[in-house]
């Protein structure tokens, strides 16, 4: 019964008029930068952080979770309707929102999208509240061994998410990793092809590639087909999704939220893994899997469920051992320091207000922004009405406004450019960014970790079959792959048989 | 030649010296926004500095001052931007100046000189490092540290924040002086190294002490000492560097604010008082105590000093150890 009397005290907290006022402003400014291709929260949360020093500390920390997930709404928007990813989650809502969108189910998309988000919200709120204690020990228990064996898992499933042929998709996975090690080797500080160019030092950067692939790429070639007037070539259908197409996600809802539940306490890379992983174990689990890729309303609500369900699970860490998981928790610790409030696991007993206030809080922000976003739902997709001579410059505008604001440098306009250009030679020869892009983020992550297990045990490989987790995982990638060639095989025998 | 070089050279002087002693009023004065570089990304030390000191400064020029974080390879984008940047004294760099001073014998092709292409306006602040543990090595002094690694060579890693980062060429100094065996892992930043020692991955830490303070307090990490001639309030029982005889003493972080070059000396010298008025203002010297550092301020030139002096000694450590790369 702790529990009810605990979030009573969270409530209790989060409904004062001024909190839920910040609440609300978080939400809101946090969907603005999600639409807004490229603004990533955690500079607007910087931004923002010199006005919270004069706020309580729950109402700041209230205020910035609010942009952190709020983004995470926002993020998908300009994903289904206009194929522009503004962060690494939203990849994988592009490739059957967008799809959606272009057969003008973008209402239903949009929707369902909302509905993925708000109940895996609802039930990651349920999971801090009752499970943090015992899920930050996983978060202790993933060491370098670990992380490496999560990538290998990472990327043999990478394959599962193409929809065309498995052997471009490993060649597209393998291109993602090469390009993916360019810049300074952690472990011994040397500069790999990086050409002198002093801003390749920490490596291309992932938001000219991810928008230059995805969204210019994607304009490009809708100008290829002239007969288009506007993004919307079919005729707009319903506005929302049938309670068939919502009963049918509920299930691909529920595994994204457990499975973005567990990858959001890894601090580190797991994080990224949770929506690619949520969408290529729908598709796995799918009896119809070549839906995806066109369309298929599953492929959306899972890795929108995942990735959410992932944001806020990616608070227990910082909530119960101190330790931040990503770039945007280290801003928090920060955040809550300058307040005079100690991370770690002392919060929960030394100021329950705060920990409670803000978990309450993230419910309410959920529910905030589901109110706020269904319906905004018309709105936004009567902006595909525009006609292309408006809104595709409109567009480009954008992304360069958003790939110039990270790192406030021209070098990532030209390179989201230039990938903008590679991601039409890829369209040309029916190879899939996607699993390019999970590469790309999974390569260099796994070469670091491999790299540093090996010399943590002196140069022993048994390291990654002795550590019981990193062997499970091991296991699992070996399983994976067995599924994914004997297909191939048995088609290949069949073959042989009827010659 | 000889002679007319001379004479241009001493024409020079008399045109400077005649362009300072004429124009002293406006030539400290600021006439449009001013801009000042973070060459790291928002959240950091040196990010919460400018934007504390930012509106004061914008305040006491009557101009405004804008904060831009311009990140990436080891703040040397962003120090580049400056020192490439026109010499009125209109944008300023505000940086750890002690990873700025490994950088020229680290990084070989260095696309800017540090003491050349950057004019030093003032040290701003101070924070100690602190050396740390985890708590399941049996030791809790550093002479059982010391001990403990002879009898176990190998068994001790040193979680850094990057190859060449002050942390790790610190690690380098202690281990020589003292023969340790610790082995080194670095870590993408100070954040992910702390993950990795309070997870017991890597087992020991120098890392800014106000961010590893709260794991040493609440038994996740196990304090060892904290580096500067002083002892941390909030963890009085732990020895400093001086006490235990360091090689180095002050090491830590180091932020200092810096202009691009040829910006006037009396600008340089306007600037480092309004910095120093700054600082003394109570609202802000508490925030810099909450963000675990103390004001130091000094003059132009004992900055430059401080920097030039950094330069030599940093260098001889990155040289002794061959950590010089191509980039």
Redesign the interface.
Known sequence: MDLIANLATGFGVALTPANLGFCLLGALIGTLVGVLPGIAPITTIAILLPFTFSLPPTSSLIMLAGIFYGAQYGGSTTAILVNVPGESSAIVTCLDGHQMAKQGRAGPALAIAAIASFVAGTIATLVIATASVPMSWLALKFNAAEYFSLMVLGLTGAVVLAAGAPEKAVAMVLVGLLLGLVGIDVNTGTPRMTMDIAELGDGIGFVPIAIGLFGIAELAVTLGRPRDHSLLSFKLSNLWPSWAEIRQCIPAMLRGTVLGSVLGVLPGGGAALSSFAAYALEKKWSRHPERFGRGAIEGVAAPEAANNAGAQTSFIPLLTLGIPGNAIMALMVGAMMIQGVQPGPQVMTAQPQLFWGVIASMWLGNLMLIVLNLPMIGLWVSLLRVPYRLMFPAIVLFCCIGTYSVGNTVFDIWAMLLFGVLGVFFYKVGAEPAPFILGFILGPLMEENFRRAMYLSRGDPLVFIERPISAVLLLMSLALLVILVLPAVKKKREEVFQE | MLTRRTTLAGLAAGTAALACSSVPAWSQNFTKQVHMIVPY???GTS??LA??IG?KLSAAIGQPVIV???????G??GA?FVAKQAGDGHTLLITDVGTIATQPS?VK?L?FDVQKDLVPIGMVMFSPYCFAVHPSLPVSTFAELIAYDKANP?KL?VGNS???SIQHLLAIVIAKKYGLKW?M????GG??A???V?????NVIFNGA??T???V??G?LKGIAVSGDKRLPGLPDLPNFKELDMPIVEVGSWQGLLASKGTPPAMAARLNSEIKKILAMPEIAN?IV??GGEVRTDTPEQFGAWIAKAIVDWGAVVKAEN?Q???
């Open positions: 990304g928002p959240g990010d919460i934007r504390l509106p831009e974080n311009k990140p990436s390879a080891s040397n984008i580049d680290l092709k696309s190998g890693n990057g190859v060449g082995g892992v670095p870590y993408r954040a992910p702390v993950r990795a309070v997870s017991n991955e890597s106000l961010a303070m709260p794991f307090k609440q996740q925030k909450e963000l950590l790369t191509d980039g």
